[in-house]
């Protein structure tokens, strides 16, 4: 994929934890730099090495290759105290991160208020957060009084405003009923600690991937979370609280939009959820569990069991359609292997009328009928095809459905968690 283009986004195509993690973790063994542009500590990318797994939040997927660059772009929330956690872990897993990981001057830092504020928003509307402030932060990024990691390096110049900050946050949190309470000098505390530990990766990262885009090298986006829980495209107001899409990609990384050449969408053979919210393919009976159980779904990040279904063609097509995708990942098509019969959705009913978009409100999307239609399993393993020829006819024919009704090009299958295990349809 990077022999003809030079800056690939990789997106989620549904509500996260699509295989991202491993696929940009592949992708990475030709990349130069890879950028996380949105989200922050609410992202789970787990990497399987061999018999090791290693579950990234905050550092790029693409730290496992020793040559490739790391950056924390921009559009990232970034929790300080979390950030130490991951590094440290990875150091005592033997992975040096030296020179390669950067982290952009302007990404707002989420503080132990916080998650405060969270807590005490998710009492009365459950939106089934992660509960890592994410709201919050990009709440004050966008009310224009946050803290961004360039701060970490005068942080005497923001005791001022810190210490507002945390007044009017103490008001609120009375306000809502809590009886947690913020404090300066715990803020601070964790400021000090955290200019001393990850203080000397702070730089211009934009001016570092423009360089990098400019120089001919290869460079991939990753993002966060997936399209349905894209703040403006996703199934609000049960969403995350940034741009996940494509759109959002350039914005995140600190470059323009001329510098991509493709959009890697990233799908599930079927789909999942963590959280609250409309899931219209949702599978409340036996073969829910047995895609849980099979899928090992549960969140990367809080151990959450994730809500399992049926693939949504409609969800695909909107991805696709929000996102520019030029290409698809399907992960996961192994976990289907034992299944006699396996259904796609392809639309929705709403009061007896065919639904040609997925609809904005997410009352209706909660009452829409899914309309099904059924294939024949394949009932044998594909854990160890290497290549499309090698997987079984009913699988291909999985597979060319998805791309007649998603009208997009699959150049990559999943076939197990493993690095080999990612057929590049070629
Ligand atoms: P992300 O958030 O999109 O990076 O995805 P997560 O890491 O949260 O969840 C995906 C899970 O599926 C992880 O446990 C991966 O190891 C696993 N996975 C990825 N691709 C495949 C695949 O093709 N087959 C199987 N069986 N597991 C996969
Ligand atoms: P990755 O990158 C799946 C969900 C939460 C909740 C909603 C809002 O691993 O795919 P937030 O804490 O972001 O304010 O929560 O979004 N959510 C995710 N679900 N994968 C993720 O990330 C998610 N990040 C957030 O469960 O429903
Ligand atoms: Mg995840």
């Known amino acids: 994929m990077f022999e003809s283009n030079r800056c690939v986004i990789v997106v989620g195509s549904q509500w996260g934890d699509e295989g991202k993690g491993k696929v940009v973790d592949v992708l990475s063994e030709s990349a130069d730099l890879v950028v996380r542009y949105q989200g922050g500590a609410n992202a789970g990318h787990t990497?399987?090495?061999?018999?090791?797994?290693?579950?990234?939040?905050?550092?790029?997927?693409?730290?496992l290759h020793e040559g490739t660059g790391c950056v924390i772009g921009n559009g990232v929330v970034l929790d300080p105290e979390t950030l130490v956690d991951e590094i440290d872990g990875l150091a005592g897993r033997g992975i040096v991160l030296g020179d390669r990981l950067s982290i952009s001057d302007r990404a707002h830092l989420v503080m132990p208020y916080h998650k405060q504020l969270e807590r005490a928003a998710e009492k009365k509307q459950r939106i089934g957060t992660t509960g890592r402030g994410i709201g919050p932060t990009y709440e004050d990024k966008t009310g224009r009084r946050g803290v961004r990691a360039g701060d970490l390096l005068n942080v005497e110049a923001v005791k001022s405003r810190l210490e507002e900050r945390v007044d009017s946050v103490n008001k609120t949190l009375e306000v809502r009923g809590s009886d947690e309470r913020a404090t300066l000098d715990e803020n601070l505390d964790l400021l000090n600690r955290a200019t001393s530990r990850i203080g000397r990766y702070i730089s211009d990262t934009g001016a570092l991937t423009y360089r990098t885009i400019k120089a001919g090298k290869n460079v991939l986006l990753e993002g966060a979370q997936g399209?349905?829980?894209?703040?403006?495209?996703?199934?609000?107001?049960?969403?995350?609280?940034?741009?996940?899409?494509?759109?959002?990609?350039?914005?995140?990384a600190g470059i323009g939009p001329t510098s991509v050449d493709a959009v890697l969408g990233v799908v599930k053979a079927y789909t999942t959820r963590v959280g609250n919210g409309p899931f219209p393919s949702e599978a409340l009976d036996e073969s829910g569990d047995r895609l849980q159980k099979l899928g090992g779904e549960f969140g990367a990040t809080t151990g959450r069991p994730r809500r399992c279904g049926w693939f949504d063609a409609v969800v695909l097509r909107y991805a696709v359609r929000v996102n520019g995708i030029t290409h698809l990942a399907v992960t996961k098509l192994d976990v289907l292997d034992t299944f006699k019969e396996i259904r796609v959705c392809t639309g929705y009913v709403l009061d007896g009328e065919e639904l040609s978009e997925l609809p904005s409100d997410s009352a209706k999307l909660e009452s829409v009928e899914p309309v099904y239609e059924t294939h024949r399993g394949w009932e044998a393993p594909t854990d160890g095809c290497r290549s499309v020829g090698e997987l079984p006819d009913a699988a291909r024919k999985y597979l060319r459905r998805i791309e007649e009704l998603s009208e997009s090009k699959i150049q990559y299958i999943g076939v197990g968690v493993r690095r080999d295990q990612m057929i590049d349809v070629g």
Request: proline share 5%; glycine share 14%; no cysteine.
């Open 47 to 63: 990497v399987v090495i061999g018999d090791e797994e290693f579950v990234l939040h905050q550092i790029p997927s693409g730290i």
């Open 227 to 252: 399209a349905m829980l894209d703040v403006d495209h996703g199934t609000y107001p049960f969403v995350t609280s940034s741009n996940t899409t494509a759109g959002g990609a350039t914005i995140g």
